[in-house]
T-cell receptor, first 112, second 116 residues
Framework: SQKIEQNSEALNIQEGKTATLTCNYTNYSPAYLQWYRQDPGRGPVFLLLIRENEKEKRKERLKVTFDTTLKQSLFHITASQPADSATYLCALGASSASKIIFGSGTRLSIRP | DAGVIQSPRHEVTEMGQEVTLRCKPISGHDYLFWYRQTMMRGLELLIYFNNNVPIDDSGMPEDRFSAKMPNASFSTLKIQPSEPRDSAVYFC??????????????FGPGTRLTVL
C-alpha cells in the first residue's frame, strides 16, 4: 500500500542554522509534491509545490528537492528563526488524481 | 475573501448523538475536501467533491458518516450516531478549478469534535 514517511521524531534546531526535513514515499509515483505548514490549532497552509520533472524549487528561505529515484523530498529552511517553529506536512499527488495524500508531519522547533 | 469557513469551531457531544459539521468554501473554488486529523492517524482524506458532486468517498470510515454539498457555497459532514473514536479535528479545504493534485488547498480553521 502507499506509504509516506516523514521524520518520526521532532526536530530541534538552533536559530540561524538550516533545518532539513525529510519526506520518503513507497508504492507511489507522484507527479507533484506539496509542502504545508501547520501551526497549533490551525489548518495547514500551503508553502511550495514541486513537480516530478523539477529537481529543486526555492521560495525565499525555503528550498525543496524532489528525487524520484530515491523516492524522497527534502525541505530546507535556511537561516531558521523561532517563528519557523511549526509542524510541516508533505503531500503527494498523482497526475491522474484529484486528491493528495498527506504524510504524518514533522514538528520543528527553533530555539533562540 | 474570508477564506474557508467552518462551524462550529468546537463541538462536544455525547455518544449516540448526531453531529453536523459545516463548511463554506472559498468562492470560485470548485473542489471541496473533508479531512480528519488525529495524533495516531494524521491527516486523512474522508471525501471530496468537484462541482458539488462527490468524487471519492473511499476514506469515509463507515456508514455512520455522510457528506453533502447542496450548492457551490455549502457542504456538511454528518456523523450519526457519533462514537468516542470519532473525536478528532475535522478540516474542510477547497481548491481552484483544474487538477486538484496540482493546485494548493486552502484549509479552514477546523472543528474540534469531542464525543464523550
Amino acid at each position: 500500500s502507499q506509504k509516506i514517511e516523514q521524520n518520526s521524531e521532532a526536530l530541534n534546531i538552533q536559530e540561524g542554522k538550516t533545518a532539513t526535513l525529510t519526506c520518503n514515499y513507497t508504492n507511489y509515483s507522484p507527479a507533484y509534491l506539496q509542502w504545508y505548514r501547520q501551526d497549533p490549532g490551525r489548518g495547514p497552509v500551503f508553502l511550495l509545490l514541486i513537480r516530478e520533472n523539477e529537481k529543486e524549487k526555492r521560495k525565499e528561505r525555503l528550498k525543496v528537492t524532489f528525487d524520484t529515484t530515491l523516492k524522497q523530498s527534502l525541505f530546507h529552511i535556511t537561516a531558521s528563526q523561532p517563528a519557523d517553529s511549526a509542524t510541516y506536512l508533505c503531500a503527494l499527488g498523482a497526475s491522474s488524481a484529484s486528491k493528495i495524500i498527506f504524510g504524518s508531519g514533522t514538528r520543528l522547533s527553533i530555539r533562540p | 475573501d474570508a477564506g474557508v469557513i467552518q462551524s462550529p469551531r468546537h463541538e462536544v457531544t455525547e455518544m449516540g448523538q448526531e453531529v453536523t459539521l459545516r463548511c463554506k468554501p472559498i468562492s470560485g473554488h470548485d473542489y471541496l475536501f473533508w479531512y480528519r486529523q488525529t495524533m495516531m492517524r494524521g491527516l486523512e482524506l474522508l471525501i471530496y467533491f468537484n462541482n458539488n458532486v462527490p468524487i471519492d468517498d473511499s476514506g469515509m470510515p463507515e456508514d455512520r458518516f455522510s457528506a453533502k454539498m447542496p450548492n457551490a457555497s455549502f457542504s456538511t459532514l454528518k456523523i450519526q450516531p457519533s462514537e468516542p473514536r470519532d473525536s478528532a479535528v475535522y478540516f474542510c479545504a477547497s481548491s481552484l478549478p483544474g487538477l486538484a493534485s496540482y493546485n494548493e488547498q486552502f484549509f479552514g480553521p477546523g472543528t474540534r469534535l469531542t464525543v464523550l
